[in-house]
């Protein structure tokens, strides 16, 4: 399902560019940010290490972000590019109950391909600094971790499991864009996406779910037009 949107998306991206006949400049950048994530982690099952009700989904929800973008202005007012980013965040869970000592580690990564097309104008009558509005489509994959390392009656014992899920990701963006002389440009955004990755494996008998919602992303990039 990843590599078909994959390549649909690369496609799409190619056929606004070149029917546009470099109406506009070509930029490529480079972006950071923060997220806040509509996660859950849950554990359940026959042997479940702790009660179920138990997880640590607020400790999973801010993962930083990283990404490469590479895109072109249509024409003044029309802009689309594409973005690779990834985010990752870990958490760990200790403590004691009758009879067992354990220390859990989650972690989750998202990476991301998705296409992205803004309205870009003046805001207000400067020249140099623009807003920009418009819509995202793309691919999420989530890869979920989960290891723990258990002290029973004297007994060390260690469960760990992984696994990766693929998801449609939409939403929106918005910002503003400072222009840095002739080739530069800071960029300063939020965008907020919808998506339904769920992951569920078995440890030794115990069922963890991971589930993503959405996200919140507030970012800065700098671009160079070419």
């Known amino acids: 399902m990843f590599k078909p949107f994959t390549a649909s998306v690369l496609a799409a991206a190619c056929i606004a560019a070149s029917s546009s006949a470099m109406a506009g400049d070509w930029f490529a950048g480079a972006a950071i940010g923060t997220v806040k994530q509509d996660i859950s982690v849950k554990e359940g099952g026959e042997k479940a290490t702790y009660p179920s009700d ?3 989904a607020g400790k999973l ?3 930083g972000f990283g990404a490469l973008r590479l895109g072109q202005y249509l024409n003044e007012n029309v802009r689309v590019y594409a973005t690779l980013g990834t985010g990752s965040v870990k958490a760990s869970e200790s403590g004691a109950l009758p009879g067992i000592s354990y220390k859990e580690t989650y972690k989750v990564e998202n990476r991301e391909f998705s296409f992205s097309a803004d309205y870009v104008d003046n805001l207000f009558s400067m020249q140099t600094t623009k807003y920009f509005v418009g819509g995202t489509l793309g691919m999420n994959q989530m890869e979920a971790e989960f290891k723990g390392a258990y002290q029973v009656s004297n007994s060390a014992q260690s469960e ?3 696994k ?19 080739h530069f440009s800071a960029e300063l955004g939020y965008r907020y996406t919808k998506m339904n990755n769920s992951v569920k494996f078995n440890v030794d008998g115990d ?4 589930k993503l919602k959405d996200q919140k992303l507030t970012y800065l990039a700098i671009n160079y037009h070419f």
């Open 160 to 162: 760990k499991g992984s």
């Open 54 to 56: 138990r997880n640590v």
């Open 164 to 182: 990766k899920d693929n998801a449609l990701v939409y939403g929106v963006q918005l910002g503003l864009i400072q222009e840095l002389g002739e």
């Open 207 to 210: 069922q963890y779910k991971f």
């Open 61 to 63: 929800d801010d993962p």
